[in-house]
């Protein structure tokens, strides 16, 4: 059985046409599946029954659904999926006064081995195909109907898995997010992360994309990089920086900093500094210092509110435009870096 959203829309005008069907059943079905978002075939109420059967012969509507999900105290909602093949992810719905953002994941489980991010220690499984990702934003819009009587405004690709080594399925998933025969939500409210795979950064900048995007930087230093993320080894941070300004120049689109600070190891007002000469060779709009979430896997610990407001009060004297980034859901383990649930699915 093929996937039928799969198709492009003149590939679905194609296929009917060679069965007989006369060219506006394309445009039908395709809102049966983008604007809809019908869960099966045999729900497109406008079409024949003879060709509702011929479709549902050869083609299916695989849907994600919400396997269980986990209510935090400060209102975040963690949902854990599942996939047609039966492999599990995470995404999360983070309410604030003046936004609703979802997190979506990318890929099943993760190759970056990052030291501090429990998705980091899963092996990765498989890339999401796109339309599962669409179907992660559209079950958040539903649950922030339901929860908060308010839709979601920001989607930010921070869950589990790398966007960029999942490239093709990533922008055609912002594609369907942002067309106005899809959900049609601005681009400019999506904002993609990675761990900095240079070529793919470059990448966006030669496509034009129109969306955000966010280094996850966390050491501003070779050495430190490589100490506790791997993928520094092969896209060194000169060429992350080099990568990060092609994009600007081509797209002119917001790019922010993520920085975790680590308690010992890049917390130091020399660590600051570092970050301030990396600043000042990216066109960043903004530097997130985000606390560190604790995983059973690593030996990290958070450094205490002393240190963390002399490295925000460096920051703010070299006229870093930084924020210092509360982690939300953390009773839940649906804070940055906590995404795994391998307890309760080994084939995750």
Not at 182 to 197: K, Q
Not at 283 to 293: F, G, K, Q, R, S
Not at 301 to 330: C, H, I, W
Not at 339 to 347: E, G, H, I, K, T
Request: aromatic share 8%; glycine share 6%.
């Amino acid at each position: 059985m093929k996937n039928l959203r799969h198709l492009s829309q003149e590939e679905i005008a194609s296929l009917l046409q060679s069965w007989g069907e006369p060219k506006f059943r394309a445009a039908q079905v395709w809102e049966w599946i983008w604007k809809k978002g019908v869960n099966s075939i045999d729900d497109m109420s406008n079409l024949s029954k003879a060709l509702r059967e011929k479709l549902t012969s050869e083609y299916t509507i695989p849907k994600v659904i919400v396997h269980h999900s986990q209510f935090s105290s400060d209102g975040t909602i963690k949902n854990r999926l599942q996939l047609h093949d039966g492999h599990f992810v995470e995404s999360v719905l983070i309410p604030t006064e003046k936004r609703i953002t979802v997190c979506v994941s990318s890929q099943v489980g993760c190759s970056l081995s990052c030291k501090f991010c429990a998705t980091g220690y899963l092996p990765r499984k498989r890339n999401m195909d796109f339309d599962e990702i669409v179907d992660e934003v559209t079950l958040a819009q539903a649950q922030a109907m339901e929860h908060y009587g308010r839709p979601l405004t920001n989607i930010v690709y921070m869950g589990m898995g790398e966007p960029l080594l999942n490239y093709k399925h990533v922008l055609q998933s912002v594609e369907r997010i942002t067309s106005p025969d899809g959900l049609g939500m601005s681009p400019r409210r999506i904002t993609v992360s990675t761990a900095g795979v240079a070529k793919m950064i470059h990448q966006l900048g030669d496509d034009g994309v129109k969306f955000k995007l966010a280094l996850s930087l966390h050491a501003a230093n070779d050495a430190k990089r490589d100490e506790i993320m791997p993928i520094n080894e092969s896209n060194t941070l000169q060429s992350v920086i080099n990568s990060l300004n092609h994009f600007y120049k081509q797209t002119g689109n917001e790019i922010t900093l993520e920085y975790i600070l680590f308690k010992g190891f890049n917390d130091s007002i020399a660590d600051a500094e570092e970050l301030v000469k990396v600043y000042r060779q990216v066109p960043a709009d903004l530097v997130n210092i985000i606390e560190y979430n604790t995983i059973e896997a690593a030996d990290f610990e958070k450094p205490d509110d002393r240190t963390v407001q002399e490295f925000m009060s460096y920051l703010e004297s070299k006229r870093v435009n930084a924020r210092l980034r509360k982690s939300r859901g953390k009773d839940i383990d649906a804070a940055c870096g906590q995404l795994a649930n391998v307890d309760q699915d080994s084939r995750i």
